[in-house]
């Protein structure tokens, strides 16, 4: 016995403390980088956590913060930069230009934004969905390619382009 722990006890905190450590090295919280290829863990990795960089280039699942955020396969999170841009994303992504490629759901919030396919609120001066389920988009200029006519199907679609505001339901 060493001041009150017995042998077993001090085995059982060691274990756990070795199954906790490898489990928080295992799961990525933290990602840092300059570039896509000079980061703590490479583009393949999926970051759980928070991700700084002048330009990363993960999938995620959490905040990531930078000049360039690239978002692969399924993301989700909140992601702040000049410019976003993923495969699918859930979530908010606030930049200057947003770029969704396949899907995005959440909102998207920037001078320029752009979905595949929208499920959200597109916000900003130029917004774009190639296609969209249930969408609002608010700015300038709208558009919502899938949108069949101009209020042909009023009230659950508006029209293809609109100013100021464009739905899709």
Request: net charge positive.
């Given at each position: 016995m060493v001041n009150g722990f017995t042998m077993n006890k001090i085995?059982?905190?060691?274990?756990?403390?070795t199954l906790i450590s490898s489990?928080?090295?295992?799961?990525?919280?933290?990602?840092?980088s300059l570039v896509p290829g000079v980061a703590i863990f490479g583009r393949t990795q999926t970051i759980d956590g928070l991700t700084i960089g002048i330009w990363s280039e993960n999938p995620q699942h959490a905040l990531a913060l930078g000049i360039v955020n690239g978002s692969?396969?399924?993301?989700?999170?909140?992601?702040?930069a000049l410019v976003n841009y993923a495969q699918n994303y859930k979530g908010v992504q606030w930049a200057f230009v947003n770029y969704s490629e396949?899907?995005?759901?959440?909102?998207?919030?920037g001078a320029v934004n752009y979905a595949g396919k929208?499920?959200?609120?597109?916000?900003?001066?130029?917004?774009?969905?190639?296609a969209?389920?249930?969408?609002?988009?608010?700015?300038?200029?709208?558009?919502?390619?899938?949108?069949e006519s101009w209020f042909g199907h009023f009230p659950s679609q508006l029209a293809p382009g609109m100013v100021f505001v464009n739905w899709r339901f």
């Open positions: 085995l059982r905190l060691f274990v756990a403390a489990n928080i090295f295992a799961a990525k919280f933290f990602n840092a692969t396969s399924d993301s989700a999170g909140l992601s702040i396949t899907s995005f759901m959440g909102l998207q919030s929208l499920s959200g609120v597109q916000f900003g001066v130029v917004n774009i969905a190639h969209a389920d249930k969408a609002v988009q608010i700015g300038l200029v709208n558009i919502i390619q899938n949108n």
